[in-house]
């Protein structure tokens, strides 16, 4: 979901970095409805229909997804892509439609030398303005606590452990998760953001996240210590 009014720091940041035609099309540089060319983009997740791509792992905006069609396409995630599509502005999801171009494609050209590293990102800032990793592979650094469990949909919300009243809401298109319950914790999470239905989603992955123990580990303290706390 593109904005139209963007932070300068962000700006600055993915300039800095690379600033190729995804950052274009998540910063509304680019026209919608344009045609768009990606060369060697880094496909981070896969499903039937389309594909997860970043032109740089490391920047907010820096990924889209990207629409084929049901069976066209032969990625998986640590291929490089040339792609060739649409932008389009999906019911508010950004997106490279390569089925719309009459001349489109998605072709594999090779593979990406690197981890495919996650972009860090806290609960809070997530949580506060979810937009600049539409599209991107990301990891939530904080401890999460499940405080509503799968509705019918397969969605679920957690909430950091680090900063009380940072939310985020989740997908299964990729993890099952038939397991989780109220209170269940997991320590991050890591998966794709994708946007529907009016919300921000994180697709995260089938190991993108462990399910662990909530308690809070405790510090053996002198009591010297401890009064010196309150000096």
């Not at 690197?114 to 949580?127: F, N, R």
Request: hydrophobic letters at 45%; proline letters at 3%.
């Amino acid at each position: 979901m593109r904005k139209f009014a963007i932070a300068l720091l962000i700006l600055a940041t993915a300039s800095a970095a690379f600033a190729g035609p995804i950052v274009d099309m998540q910063t509304g540089v680019t026209a919608v409805d344009s045609e768009v060319i990606v060369q060697g983009g880094i496909v981070t997740a896969i499903r039937d229909n389309g594909f997860f791509m970043s032109e740089d792992l490391s920047i907010p905006y820096g990924g889209v997804w990207v629409y084929t069609g049901t069976g066209n396409h032969t990625a998986v995630a640590g291929d490089l892509v040339d792609v060739k599509g649409i932008y389009q502005e999906y019911y508010d999801l950004t997106e490279v439609n390569v089925s719309a171009d009459a001349t489109g494609y998605a072709n594999v050209v090779g593979q990406y030398a690197g981890a495919l590293l996650p972009l860090e990102v806290t609960a809070a800032d997530y949580a506060a303005d979810p937009e600049p990793y539409e599209g991107c592979l990301i990891k939530i650094v904080d401890g999460l606590m499940v405080t509503v469990a799968p509705n019918t949909y397969g969605e679920w919300e957690a909430e950091s452990m680090d900063t009380a009243g940072a939310m985020v809401m989740f997908d299964d298109y990729y993890y099952d998760p038939a397991a989780l319950a109220v209170g269940d914790c997991f320590d991050g999470a890591v998966g794709c953001v994708y946007f529907t239905y009016g919300k921000y989603l994180l697709e995260v992955l089938a190991d993108g996240l462990t399910i662990g123990d909530c308690t809070v580990a405790t510090e053996n303290a002198s009591f010297d210590g401890v009064k010196a706390l309150f000096r």
